[in-house]
Structures are given as C-alpha cells and as structure tokens.
C-alpha cells in the first residue's frame, strides 16, 4: 500500500462520497417472499393458484363450516335442535344446550358457527376481489371462477340468515368496514342471495369444470336458487327453476336408492370430494355406531316411527342397534367410515330429489295439484311406496312437509329449516322438548360479537 | 475420554502454535541482564503490573509478591504499567535491581475501557446506565453460558434458567418487561455482531427435554472466552441500537491477544453436578395410607382391578426413591483449555481452544460437549494510522439426552411401583401394569450445531482526528437435531413392532452478514472537546428451518436413517429473511472534563414492516455532570450526577407480518393445493416505542475504596403491538396492529462497592447490588372486550395472575371452598377468578465478596431474590388418585370438624372433591412465597508461584455452584420451572497453569 495514495485528498474525498452513497440504497429492504406463502396479488394471476384459492372454500365448507358433516356442522347440531335426533352426551355441554334449546350467547359453538362461517365469507370476498384486479386469468377461467365463489358465499349467506335471522352482510375485506357492520333484515339478504346466484347462473357453464360434480357449475347454482325462491315463497320462479333441472339431461334421479349417496349417484348436483385419496365421508364417522347406548347422537323415535311400513329409505337409510331390550337408530345413508382405498361414497350437498319436493311444494302452493302430487309421487315411489293418497291442497303440502322429513334427514338440518318456515316448530317441538320457547326460531348472535360491534345490536329475542 | 478426537483437535491446534513460538516473528533479541524488583503501590505489593521492554515484544508480569523480573540491555527503558496507576517508564542503567513504586492515577476510573458499542467510555465520561461483568468475575463460577454470569452480579437484569439439562434456553429481561405480545429479549452484539439468539430448535422434537424448544444458541459462547459483558440500559446507551434497544443490549466481547510477553495458559477442571433441592414425597407407607383412606372417603370397599398398587398386584412393601433413581444422578463434567496470546505493539494475538463435557443426571448414557476455537489478530500500521482486528469464534456442540425431561415422572410415580429392571436385567412391564419410564431411555434426542461468528475492524485515520472505520461480520449457525423412538419404548403387549418406530429429523440454517462504515471525528478545543461518530449498517439474516418425521422402519438399526422409513411427512419447511439498514450518529461533548453531553440517534429501515412504515427514528439525549471536579472535600473523592432520556423501539414481531399473502393450509380439494388468506393485511404497523428516562448518582468516598451509585429510572412503551381482537365478521379473530397500549417499567437500582480491607498480605473487596423493579400496565382502550381482558389489569403488573381465592376446607364436607366473589352462587371461571397476585420480583440483587490471604484467595457471591410463585401443587392431581403427591397433603381432613390445610382424599370417584381440587389448582392456594437467598457460587483458589523468572505460575481452584438454597418454598427450587429439572448444583477442581 502506498503512502501516497492513502494521504491523497482526492481518495479521501471518495471514500467519503462512497459511504454518503451506501446509505441511499432504497432497495436493500426488499425481502424475498417467505416459502409457503404467495403475494395475494399473485394467487389470482396464475390460474392453478386461483383455481386452489377456489377450491378451498369447498375443503374449508367440507372440513369445518356450516356443511361439514362433523359434529359441528348443521347436520347434528340442528339435527339435535328439532326432532330428528336425540344426544347422548354430557349435560352442561355446548351439544347438549343446542339439544335442550338452552342456547346461550356466550356458547362457544354459536361463536365457531358465525366465526367460521364469516371467515369463508371472507375469503370468498378476497378471492372475488383478487379476480377483479387479476389481469393474467383468462376471461373464461374468471368467470368460471367468480361464478363458483358467488356460488358459495351465497350458500354460507342462505344458512347464515335461516340460523340468526337479520345479520350482517359484508361484501369486502376491509376489516375497518367490516367490524362495524349493521345488521340488515331478512328480505334484504335474500335480494343480495338471489342477486349473486343469477350473476352465478350467467358465469358459469352447464359442464363440471373437472369431471366429477365437485364443484359448482350453473345446475348447482340453479338448484340453490330454487331452493331460495321456495324459502322466499316466490313459487313460480321455484317451479321454474327446478323445472331446469329436473328436465336436465345431465343429471337424473337415481332409480336405485340404494345407490343414492354413492360417489356416482346420477341424482347428486355437488358433492364434497374427500380430503383424502380413498377416504369417504366424515358423516359415517359421525353418525354410525355399533353398540348402544349411542356414543354421540341417534334418530328420534318420531321420525322412525312415522315412516310407513315399507319404505325403503327406513329400511335402507336407517341403521339399527339393540341391546335386546332397547333399539336406537342411526342415520346410514353414508356406510364407509374407513379409507377405503378408492373414495366409494362422497357427501351430497345437493341432489335432485329435493328438487322434486321444491317444485311439489311450489306447484301445490300455486293450485297446480295434479302436478304436485305427481312430483310428490315420484319420490315416493322411488321409495317404493304406493302414490299418496292426499287430495286437498293441505294434505298435499302435509304430505310433502312429512316426505322431505323422511328422504332428507340428517342432511344439513333440513328438518329444522323446514319446521321453522312451515311455521310448525312450535306445534312440533313444545311437546317434545321441555326447553322450546317460541324465541329458539333463531339462533343468538355470539355475545362478543355484540361486544365487539355495537352495530349489531339488538340481540335476537329471548336471549 | 469418549470424545478425546475432539479435545486432541482443539488442543493439537494450540500447540502447533507453540511449536511456531520460536519463529522468527516472536523471537527475542539476546538481553544483556536480568533485572529484578518488587513493584509497590508505596503500601502493598503490585500483582500483575505488566513488565515491558519498550520498543520491543519482551514483557513480563509481577507475581503475587509484587516480584518481577526480565532480561534488557542498559540502553533500554522499562515501561510499567498497571490498571489505575500511572504508567512509569524507568531507564535501566547499570542497575540489576529496580524497584517501582507505582502512583495511583487520578483518573482511574478513566482507566477501565468500558464498550458502549460504538464507542467506547469510561466510568467518569460516561453519560448513560452500563453495567459490565469482566472475565475475573465469570471465571468465578463454573458455568456453561455466559447469561449465567449475570445471575446476581448486574442490577435490574432478572435471569431464569429454565432447566438444568444442558442446552436449554433462559428468560432474560432488563428492566421488566415492556411489550405485551412482542418479544421481550435483549439485543445481543459478540464482538460487533449483532447476534441472532432465537432457537433454531424446532418444537417438533426439542420440547420435551428442552423447556420451549428453547436451544439457547448463546451456548455457542463459551464463557472462558469472554473478556467483558456490558449490559446497556438506559436510553443513552441503548439508542443508538434504534429499533433493536428497547429491552436493553448485551455487548459480548472475546478475550483479545495484548501487547507483551507470549504468554500460555493451559488449564483443566473436572467436576460433579446434581440436582440441588428435592421434593418432599411420600414414602410408600404414607402413599397407601393417602390411598386407601381415599378409597374409604368415597365409599369404595372393594379395591378396582387397575388399582394395582393398593389391591395387592404391586408389592406394598416396596418403596422406590423416583426422584434418586430418575434425577437422582450424578453429572459429571469436565473441561479443558489452552490459550496463547501476546504481541507487540503493532501486532497482537490470540488463539484458545476449549473442550467441554457433561453428563446428565438422568439415568443412561447421555452427555452435552462443546469444543470451541478462537482466535484474534489485530495489526496497526507503522504511524498507527491503519489498524485492522480479526476476530473469529467456531464452536462445536453435541447435546445427547433422553427425549423427555423425567423430573415429572420422578414426582408422579407412586413409590411402591415395580422395579424397572426385572431378574434378566430387561425392561420390567410387571405384566402390563404400569409404563416403565427408563423405557424412555431409549429415544434420544441428538442435537449437533456449529456456530461461526467472524468479524473484521478496519480503521484508517485520514488525519489526526479524522478516522474512518468499517466492520463486516459474516457467521452462521447450524443446527440438526433428531429424536429417534424406537418401538421398543411401548410395552411389548402391544405387539408392536420397528413398523411403529419414529423419527424426527429438524434442521434449522440461519446465516448473516452486517456491515457499518463509520465515520468519527475528535477535536480538542482548549476546554472543549467534540467527538463525532457517523455511520450506517446494512445487515441481512437468512433463516431456513426444516421438520420431517419418518415412521415404520424395517428395523431398528435403520433408526438413524429417515431414508429408511415407510412414510415420511414433512412437517415444516420454512425459509424467511431479514434485512435491515440504518443510520446513526454520535455527538459527545466534554467541558473541562466535568460536564459531558452525548447525543445519539439511529434511523432504522427494517424489512419487517409494511412499506409505509419501514423507516423510523430513535434517538437520546445524555448528560453527566462531575460535581466534585474543582472541589476539594476530603471525604467524598467523586461525585456525579447524570440523566439521560430518548426513544428506543422494539421490532420483535417476527418477520413478514405486514404480508398480505396467501398460505398452504390444510385444505386440499379435488387436486388443488389448500391456499387461504394467512391473516388480515395491515400494512400500517409499525415499531413498539418505548420511552426511557433515567437519573443517577455516582458517588465514591474514601479516596475511592467506597462507590456508590442510586439510579431511577422510568420507562413507558407505547404503541403496543398486539392481536388486536376483531368482530368475525372481518373473517378473523384479530388482527395484528399497534394499539395505544402502555407498560410502565419503573424502579430503582442500588450498588456499593468497597475495598473493605487491605494491607500487606490480607485483601477484602465487597459488592452489594438491589434492585426494584415495578411494572405497570397503565393503559390500554377497549381492554374488557379484548381477548386480553382475562389477563391483565389496568394498573397492574403485566405478570400477574386471577386466580380463585381459596377460603380453606370446609370442616364439615372436607371440600376446598372459594370465594364466590360474584356472589352468583356458583364458581365460574370469569366471574370468581378475582384473586389477582404478581408473579414478578419484588426486589433482588446479589452480595459479592472477594477475600484475599496472601496465596489464597476466596469468592462467594450471594443472590437473593423476593417473590411470589406456583408451589408444588400447580400442576398436581387431588392426592388419593394413583399418583404420588408431596408429603405436605398429609395435613388433611379426616372427619367432620377437621380443621386441615388439604381437603379429604379421593380417587377422583367424588366429583365434587375432585371439581373443588382442580380449582384449587388454580386458586390462591398454589401461590406461596419463592422468595430465596442462594449461594450463587464460590471459589477457592491458592496460586503458586513456580518459576519467577519465567513467569510460571500455577493456581488450583475449588470451585462450587448454586451450593446452598435458603428457602420457604416447598415446590423444589423456587426458580425451577414446574416438569423441568431445576438449575444444577455443581462442584468443580481445577487447575491453571500460565507460563
């Protein structure tokens, strides 16, 4: 090293300059993104990422909200909170409250139910968000996409409002807008429901974008709408578009009903695909037991009793177990609780029979009886039951209210959403469980919830 | 030596420099004479004063008598020089004997460097709060990482171990804890490095044996190595760290090669270590009595098939000491160490290679070892204008221990149960009839790790007080670790075979780099002096950790080998950077040498928050004022008074959370991967700000033989990052945002030190330090509807805990009874846990002596420590259940009328006794005094002197740690974290030879 060099002022000069400028590298903080996670920004700009992003909100409703066939999905808990199921479980528990109508706010399960449920709304209004702004995707895929998550966020809405009643409605991620929500009332969520599935019927195509019926396409969105105009007693367009579909040539009812709840039933509209490669569904792991007592839940004596001697579905949809003195009853529409290898049963979400009931019970409200009873007949005969014998457009829809009860049990609470809107929970329930109040119509909203978001006030009644 | 090609590495290292000795860098001019001499302070004899001939590398040192003596021509000149005295240069003449009388500097405490970072002080310039802790006093007690060191020697630092297994982790906090949900942990700079001290264990397959995965990786340090720790507190000192400073920083720095003589060092040291207090059980005698009286108490007559040991299938008569036989054992460790170092005084050295063993209390063949390297070189240019350090640290460590702590099965098993070993000296299952613990002695858990820390210091100075400098550092840190349970752990009734072993392999990489070109001006003016420091830091750290766990293996043998096994899942892999960048600067201002100022800033870009908030500011204000310069009273010698206040920041948030991403969740579905949100996006957050303010008085009496020092300080963060809870109709529970939250640290530290005696052969130095710490909560909106609101109280300390107060046993039912402080009639866990207590010390400290009686010489250090903690019952059974319980549960009801401290056994077959026994495990009733007074540790050392003239001496030393707990607490050790072995009791001998 040279002295001159060192005491070179100009040098000195340089070096000084060069630290003034390390200091101004704007970029240096940028980091790599971490493994395991992706810009939201790019999810929806590469079509396999989207898709998965789209996916997940039909694993998130089979693994833990509203539809799960776990034991926190609809199908016990308002299996349990009408008179399709006993439980057996301890007293005092979350369950047991929901089995005794001693609903508190402050219960955990209420909490999880809304939570989850939010949280999937959530993520459906990110996904239709990220596809807004994606400029990648190809129109079609966006479509096709933005179509199936209008699809789910209004199936979560359509369970959301029959539980609580008037509630919240985001349609956006913004947390600051979204924790101070009002509530808005009933016909309101029904509008914004009906609104999102005729912009869903318009996305999507008629085929299902991977082969196999797990994931909505426009029969799946049609056959929801159907359902929403029957709630919302809108009977013609009910008939309409169950019309659509029952007249459809890609789906049929199965004539084997034994056959019904297998992965190829021609009747199922959307099914759950399992987690699992080989695996079934999580409904068998719930419902099925071998020894009584039942270890979790079982069906009531009234539905068993009120089906009619030799009706199929009792014989074949029912499961039975005695200790010689005392027999309990089990849902066994799904019969595989192991992996077995190739997937053999996949959990229905939507199937044509109730289609069938939608339209009967439409037609019949509309006077058109002839055409109700024949649709009301088709699936009893199905059963292997004779033509019903009512006439009046009153035993007509009696009819009808007693056959969804005996081919839709145990399927995501139907019986309880059916009592509630028939206006005949009361005339049910009062003699049979001790804990009925009138109020149990709805569910409360979580009490932290309220604490949390003022704007939701008031409370459901009776809580 | 099992691991002997590990000690003969280190040590094959240190001698091949030996053998260079003799080359001609260090070789030495043929002396003409010897001379010799006794150096005195004009009272007592010098130890140590370092001997030089000036302008060469010939030195040597004074022993204990003050004796020196070194080979130098006529011509030359002597130069002395000592810590605290004036530096004397004597020309030798024609003289053999010279004897020095060294004057004690004015300005000794200017003497002592003390490392403030980026700069340094000393105790008079100095303008903020930093405690350090030299080599002298770590090498006091045998300890394997440097944080043990700082237990009772340095006010307002709280240290916990957290188990006595090496390799664990420790809870540090400097002056409480400021952050509600942020990381608490100091910042750690070795040698200029800022140091990465969060584990790279992995949950998966450390927690079991090593309290929270927490693998300190501050093990990497061997504390032999370290010449001083300083620990910055205040807002002066810790600033210019920026948003690195708030909970405080800890400089390291590593012994460095001097100017001098070469001298050697070669020491070794082998010991014992047990556990230090054991829990007071019940014998069997007792158990079966607390049994069968429960069996009596709930009405059952016939003794159950599983009851094994009261109904006959277990011998009644056994009794099994499971503390002895589980954690009873005795460790032993070993320690081996070789240092040279030496230079001149354009170029000094040092290398040092350490070995370390130690085994475990636990039964079975386990053990820790450590092998540590370092080196240092620092080289200054002809005009001492170019100066250029090297430093580097590698260690080695091996850590083998069963996969699971047994401190818990030690507690739980009932005394009567089986043998472990049956006639054949097999694994004893007493016909599946209870799960043998020493069967767990056959998974292991295996951890390697390699760790390099390695920095370079270049400095020019442009013109004389002009210097620019530049530090670069690069180092990483390995770890690999295993835990292999073979099927062999089950009872073989299970049937199983290698098809049901397991292994899970974690590896953890984290690598940096940091460089800071700086900039520092020093100018006199008369009475004025400036010194300026201005520089920036770019660093990067790159972290990837990976868990995969095998299971069924074809065999055994194949255990090791994850390649072998049927499936293998992958159980994390992760990979995550952090970059930082900054500015900062230094103002220091002196007048006369009585009035110092000293302002620093630091502005922080950080890659852990969001773009709009990536920069921020931090900066400090200090001042200090030498009241008793100009002055002359005869009983105080020094006095100052110094404050400082400034804004430090916390970036403690781990990294990429201001993201807003999609993450690989579990959700697969028809053949697309599971991607949902990973959190809300608030790309608003930012630092935790915490504000510190600080005044102090420093005084010394008594021509310096007594200091005192008082210092108040009071710091308040703000701006609290927490989970800040969310209604669900935003979709998540929380979101993590900063929120107006503020903790108050305040309190005051108190510290004494004196030369209590001294004369010709007999020395005694004393230290007392106390602190007290207060810690406040003082606001934070919308508490009630958070989801904090069951655990913090405005007004109160962040450490406290609501428990239920217990109200006794009711003479009448025998059941624990509380107070129903809502008075709804029934407890509940909201509503009636409103017994609130903290759980942070009140006050502690440490009394240090040093005592010296010609060669001998005796250090204790007391730690003491006033508290509230969980007792022994915290995480207990009701007693009468088949699990052992603490012989203080004898003090029971029996019959109606009894007035017990513990309420009636039961089997658990009465649920309401069981109901009110498992709320007395979160009631008062588990709160007891953890107060404690502890023999930290003490040594006993005797020098000898073998050869004068070459400056041969030798040093044995007995050396004992953590020998005597003074405690009401009955739960074991009142540190001890409950199913953790406690803090090890430890004795040590060794020996010191310095030629």
């Known amino acids: 090293m040279k002295k001159t060099i060192y005491h070179s002022i100009k040098y000195k000069f340089h070096l000084l300059l060069f630290l003034l400028l390390l200091c101004g590298c704007e970029d240096f903080l940028e980091v790599e993104e971490p493994l395991g996670q992706i810009n939201s920004a790019e999810v929806f700009e590469d079509e396999a990422t989207a898709t998965a992003a789209v996916t997940s909100l039909y694993g998130k409703l089979r693994d833990e909200v509203l539809l799960t066939g776990k034991a926190e999905g609809l199908g016990v808990l308002m299996g349990i909170y009408s008179d399709e199921m006993i439980y057996y479980g301890f007293g005092g528990e979350p369950l047991d409250n929901f089995y005794q109508h001693q609903v508190f706010p402050d219960d955990l399960l209420i909490e999880n139910l809304w939570n989850v449920a939010y949280s999937l709304i959530y993520m459906c209004n990110g996904v239709l968000e990220g596809l807004a702004n994606s400029t990648k995707l190809s129109e079609e895929s966006k479509s096709q996409l933005q179509g199936e998550t209008l699809f789910v966020r209004a199936f979560a809405y359509s369970y959301l409002v029959e539980l609580f009643g008037d509630i919240p409605f985001p349609i956006t991620t913004d947390y600051e807008v979204n924790n101070k929500l009002s509530k808005l009332p009933i016909p309101t969520i029904y509008e914004n429901i009906i609104s999102d599935l005729l912009e869903a019927k318009t996305l999507l195509g008629t085929t299902y974008i991977s082969g196999e019926r797990v994931r909505a396409n426009k029969i799946v969105a049609t056959a929801l709408l159907a359902r929403i105009y029957l709630y919302t007693e809108q009977w013609e367009l009910a008939v309409a578009e169950s019309n659509t579909l029952i007249n459809n040539s890609v789906i049929s009812l199965e004539p084997n009903i034994e056959s019904e709840f297998l992965k190829e039933s021609t009747s199922a509209m959307l099914q759950f695909k399992p987690k699992f490669e080989g695996g079934n569904t999580e409904e068998a792991s719930t419902y099925l037991f071998a020894t009584g007592p039942p270890p979790f839940v079982s069906l009531t004596p009234q539905l068993i009793e009120s089906f009619e001697d030799g009706d199929l579905r009792r014989q074949l949809w029912v499961g039975e177990v005695t200790d010689g003195t005392e027999t309990w009853f089990y849902p066994n529409k799904y019969k595989l609780q192991t992996n077995t290898g190739t997937s053999m049963e996949y959990s229905i979400v939507l199937r044509l029979a109730e289609q069938y009931l939608i339209r009967a019970e439409a037609r019949a409200k509309l006077g058109q009886l002839t055409g109700a009873l024949e649709d009301l007949n088709t699936i009893r005969n199905r059963a292997g039951l004779m033509d019903s014998e009512a006439t009046t457009q009153n035993e007509i829809l009696e009819a009808i209210s007693l056959e969804r009860y005996h081919e839709l049990f145990s399927e995501f609470g139907h019986r309880w959403f059916d009592i509630k809107r028939l206006g005949i929970a009361n005339e049910i329930l009062a003699p049979i469980k001790p804990g009925w109040k009138p109020t149990d119509i709805h569910l409360p909203l979580p009490e932290n919830e309220l604490l949390m978001n003022p704007n939701l006030n008031p409370q459901n009644p009776g809580y | 030596m099992k691991n002997s090609y590990r000690c003969n590495l280190a040590l094959t290292g240190i001698f091949a420099f030996f053998l260079n000795y003799n080359s001609p860098i260090f070789s030495q001019d043929p002396p003409q004479k010897t001379i010799s001499g006794i150096i005195t302070s004009g009272a007592a004899p010098l130890i140590g004063v370092n001997v030089l001939v000036k302008n060469s590398t010939r030195g040597s040192i004074s022993d204990l008598e003050g004796q020196y003596s070194i080979r130098a021509a006529e011509n030359d000149t002597l130069v002395f020089t000592y810590v605290g005295y004036k530096t004397k240069e004597v020309a030798v003449g024609n003289v053999s004997i010279l004897n020095v009388v060294m004057e004690v500097d004015a300005q000794a405490l200017d003497a002592v460097v003390i490392n403030a970072g980026y700069y340094t002080t000393t105790d008079i310039k100095s303008t903020g709060s930093i405690d350090r802790v030299t080599a002298a006093e770590i090498d006091k007690q045998p300890i394997n990482n440097p944080l043990e060191a700082l237990q009772g020697r340095v006010t307002g630092v709280d240290i916990i171990q957290n188990s006595g297994a090496p390799g664990g982790g420790f809870k540090v906090r400097i002056r409480g804890q400021n952050s509600l949900m942020a990381g608490n942990e100091p910042l ?111 009405g059952i007559t016939v003794y159950p098939a599983w009851a094994y040991d009261v109904n006959g299938t277990w011998d009644i008569n056994r009794y099994t000491d499971w503390q002895k036989e589980l954690i009873g054992g005795t460790a032993n460790t070993r320690q081996l160490k070789a240092q040279v170092s030496g230079g001149s005084s354009k170029t000094q050295f040092l290398l040092s290679g350490q070995y370390q063993e130690e085994t475990t209390v636990f039964p079975g ?631």
């Open chain 2, 365 to 995: 063949d386990y053990n820790y070892d450590r092998l540590t390297v370092n080196s240092n070189l620092s080289h200054q240019g002809k005009e001492d204008r170019f100066k250029l350090t090297f430093t580097a640290g590698y260690t080695l460590e091996k850590n083998r221990l069963p996969d699971r702590d047994f401190t818990q099965d030690a507690q739980w098993l009932p005394p009567n149960a089986p043998a472990v070993y049956n006639a054949e000296g097999n694994i004893n299952w007493e016909n599946s009839t209870w799960s043998n613990p020493l069967a767990r002695l056959d998974s292991k858990y295996k951890q390697d790790s390699k760790n390099l820390i390695s920095n370079t210091v270049i400095s020019y100075s442009i013109f004389d007080n002009l210097e620019v400098k530049v530090n670069a550092s690069y180092g990483f840190s390995l770890l690999e670790s295993t835990t292999a349970i073979p099927h062999t752990i089950y009872d073989p009734a299970y049937g199983l075979d290698s098809g049901a072993s397991t292994l899970t392999k974690s590896k953890g990489n984290s690598s940096y780099w940091i460089t800071e070109p700086q900039i520092r001006w020093q100018k006199n003016f008369s009475v004025n002096t400036f010194d300026v420091i201005i520089g920036t830091t770019f660093q990067q750290n790159d972290i990837e950790q990976g868990s995969t766990m095998g299971t069924g293996f074809p065999t055994n043998d194949f255990l090791n080998n994850i390649a072998a096994a049927n499936t293998r899942t992958i159980l994390e892999e992760d990979k995550t950077s952090y970059k930082y960048q900054s500015i900062f600067g230094r103002i220091n201002y002196s007048y006369r040498s009585r009035l110092f100022l000293n302002a620093t800033g630091r502005r922080d870009g950080s890659s852990r928050f969001g773009s709009n908030n990536k920069y921020g500011n931090f900066g400090a204000l200090g001042a200090a004022w030498i009241f008793t310069k100009g002055t002359d009273l005869s009983w105080l010698s020094f006095g100052k008074l110094r404050g400082s206040y400034g804004l430090t920041g916390n970036d403690q948030i781990g990294d990429y959370q201001y993201l807003d991403t999609y993450a690989l969740q579990d959700y697969p579905y028809d053949g697309n991967i599971g991607l949902v949100p990973a959190r809300l996006y608030n790309p608003n957050f930012k630092w935790e700000k915490i504000i510190k303010r600080e005044a102090a008085l420093e005084l010394q009496f008594l021509e310096n033989k007594i200091a005192l020092s008082v210092a108040y300080y009071n710091n308040r963060s703000s701006n609290q990052l927490i989970n800040y809870a969310l209604p669900g109709t935003t979709g998540f529970s929380s979101i993590q945002a900063n929120l107006n939250a503020e903790v108050e640290n305040s309190g005051f530290e108190f510290e004494v030190n004196g030369t209590l005696l001294k004369n010709d052969n007999f020395s005694w130095n004393g230290s007392f330090n106390l602190s007290l710490p207060q810690n406040r909560l003082l606001a934070f909106p919308g508490l009630e509807n958070s989801s904090y609101a069951n655990r913090y109280i405005i007004g109160e300390p962040l450490n406290i805990v609501k428990l239920y107060q217990l109200e006794g046993v009711n003479p009448e039912t025998g059941i624990f009874e509380f107070n129903d402080f809502n008075g709804d009639g029934a407890l509940s866990s909201e509503g009636d846990r409103q017994y609130i207590t903290d759980l942070s010390p009140k006050f502690f400290g440490g009394l240090s002596n040093s005592l010296s009686y010609k060669n001998w010489s005796l250090d204790f250090l007391f730690q003491f420590a006033k508290k509230k903690g969980y007792n022994q019952y915290r995480y207990t059974e009701p007693p009468g259940i088949m699990l052992n319980h603490f012989e203080s549960v004898l003090d029971r009801w029996q019959q109606p009328g009894d007035q017990a401290h513990m309420q009636r056994f039961t089997t658990g077959e009465n649920y309401e006794a069981y109901l009110a026994y498992s709320r007395f495990t979160q009631s008062s009733g588990v709160i007891s005094d953890a107060s404690f007074i502890r023999l930290r540790s003490i040594k006993l050392a005797y020098n000898l002197v073998v050869n004068r003239d070459k400056g041969t001496s030798c040093r044995v030393y007995l050396q004992g740690l953590n020998l005597l707990t003074i405690s009401n607490f009955e739960g074991g050790d009142p540190e001890q974290l409950k199913g953790f072995i406690p803090p090890l009791r430890r004795i040590t001998l060794g020996v010191q030879l310095d030629m």
């Open chain 2, 188 to 298: 750690y700079i070795i040698d200029g490095v800022p140091y990465d001290t969060q584990t790279l264990a992995s949950a998966f397959n450390s927690g079991g044996i090593i309290p929270f995965a927490d693998a300190s990786p501050l093990n990497a340090i061997n504390p032999e190595s370290i010449e001083s720790i300083e620990i910055l507190k205040d807002a002066d000192a810790t600033a210019i760290y920026g948003s690195r400073g708030a909970n405080g920083v800890v400089l390291i720095t590593t012994k460095k090669g001097k100017e001098g003589k070469t001298q050697i060092a070669v020491s070794s040291s082998t010991g014992i270590a047990h556990i230090n207090r054991k829990a007071n059980l019940l014998n069997t005698q007792q158990y079966l009595e607390v049994r069968r009286e429960a069996f009596a108490n709930d």
